[in-house]
T-cell receptor
Framework: DAMVIQNPRYQVTQFGKPVTLSCSQT?????MYWYQQKSSQAPKLLFH???????NEADTPDNFQSRRPNTSFCFLDIRSPGLGDAAMYLC?????????????FGSGTQLSVL | AQKITQTQPGMFVQEKEAVTLDCTYD???????LFWYKQPSSGEMIFLIY??????QNATEGRYSLNFQKARKSANLVISASQLGDSAMYFC???????FGTGTRLQVFP
């Protein structure tokens, strides 16, 4: 089945140690998003790619970077994780066509920072 | 800027009863879409229903319906015949990038 896949499901990293979260999709959608969701809060958009165009939200910390090497894959890099970066990270895709605005989400990666 | 407001942090409903989850929105976009997602304790976001701002009729998807009142900028989710498996967080969201509300935790009891 076509889907959005996030790996790993759980990630543990050390304070200050760079970490990369991955997302892949078989939907051939042109837009990919990264959200951060802290406990008991709403998901917060970090950035998104429209094709190869990177769009950063104004309040996304510089510590967070992203790469999209091709249509199928997108990565979230946290250069120096702090304790406050512990959260669920959700990847989503959409086709961004007329009448098609639904986002398809992966299962998320739960990041712990020790 | 867009803003989504969900004023009910938590709701309780008895199994088989209907429940309404409130959502109001504020957007300057002339064309927009409104979504509801369900998030169980496992964490995945499950799409429930979509309403386009120009849709003439309220959206329905099985037991889910959206009470869309454009003049009042509200898009309330109605769940009919609640089931125990409906217990989850419910998020209202708007437009292309999906700006989310703060969510409502629904608990269905027997």
């Amino acid at each position: 089945d076509a889907m959005v896949i996030q790996n790993p499901r759980y990630q543990v990293t050390q304070f200050g140690k760079p970490v990369t979260l991955s997302c892949s999709q078989t939907l051939n959608h042109n837009v990919m998003y990264w959200y951060q969701q802290k406990s008991s809060q709403a998901p917060k958009l970090l950035f998104h790619y429209y094709d190869k165009d990177f769009n950063n939200e104004a309040d996304t910390p510089d510590n967070f970077q992203s790469r999209r090497p091709n249509t199928s894959f997108c990565f979230l890099d946290i250069r120096s994780p702090g304790l406050g970066d512990a959260a669920m990270y959700l990847c989503a895709t959409s086709r961004m066509a007329m009448g098609e605005r639904r986002l398809f989400f992966g299962s998320g990666t739960q990041l712990s920072v020790l | 800027a867009q803003k989504i407001t969900q004023t009910q942090p938590g709701m309780f409903v008895q199994e088989k009863e209907a429940v309404t989850l409130d959502c109001t929105y504020d957007t300057s976009d002339p064309s927009y879409g409104l979504f509801w997602y369900k998030q169980p304790s496992s964490g995945e976001m499950i799409f429930l229903i979509y309403q386009g701002s120009y849709d003439q009729q309220n959206a329905t998807e099985g037991r889910y319906s959206l009470n869309f009142q454009k003049a009042r900028k509200s898009a309330n989710l109605v769940i009919s015949a609640s089931q125990l498996g409906d217990s989850a967080m419910y998020f209202c969201a708007a437009t292309d990038k999906l700006i989310f509300g703060t969510g409502t935790r629904l608990q269905v009891f027997p």
